[in-house]
């Protein structure tokens, strides 16, 4: 799987991204697909995951009622749609793909690059 993420950019506080994952290679019908985020000098944190064919989501406390992770099936693409953007959101974004569990953070095997998202207060 190979993984390509892109979206984004500078916003400011209060503001909305929406993060995009292309994926090709493989099929996905059984794959956990997954955003996380890293500062520098930070480990990398999950942020959210969905599960590919039955669409079920995950989310960390603190993205939840804010971000929304979704994907169309037949685009091979992730998404993730960010509101109410917050300055400690600021980070690079990170998307990846597993075969396993929705609710597990672990053992995702495929990532993308980064993508930079900064909100400015």
């Known amino acids: 799987v190979q993984l390509q993420a892109s979206g984004g950019g500078p916003v400011q506080a209060g503001g909305s991204l929406r993060l995009s994952c292309a994926a090709s290679?493989?099929?996905?019908?059984?794959?956990?697909m997954g955003w996380f985020r890293q500062t520098p000098g930070k480990e990398r944190e999950f942020v959210a995951a969905?599960?590919?064919?039955?669409?079920?989501?995950y989310y960390t406390d603190s993205v939840k009622g804010r971000f929304t992770i979704a994907r169309a099936n037949a685009r091979n693409t992730l998404y993730l749609q960010m509101n109410s953007l917050k300055p400690e959101d600021t980070a690079a974004y990170y998307c990846?793909?597993?075969?396993?569990?929705?609710?597990?953070?672990?053992?995702?095997?495929?990532w993308g690059q980064g993508t930079q998202v900064t909100v400015s207060s």
């Open positions: 290679g493989r099929t996905f019908s059984d794959h956990v």
């Open positions: 990846a793909a597993k075969r396993g569990g929705l609710f597990s953070t672990a053992n995702y095997e495929c």
């Open positions: 969905i599960n590919w064919s039955y669409g079920s989501t």
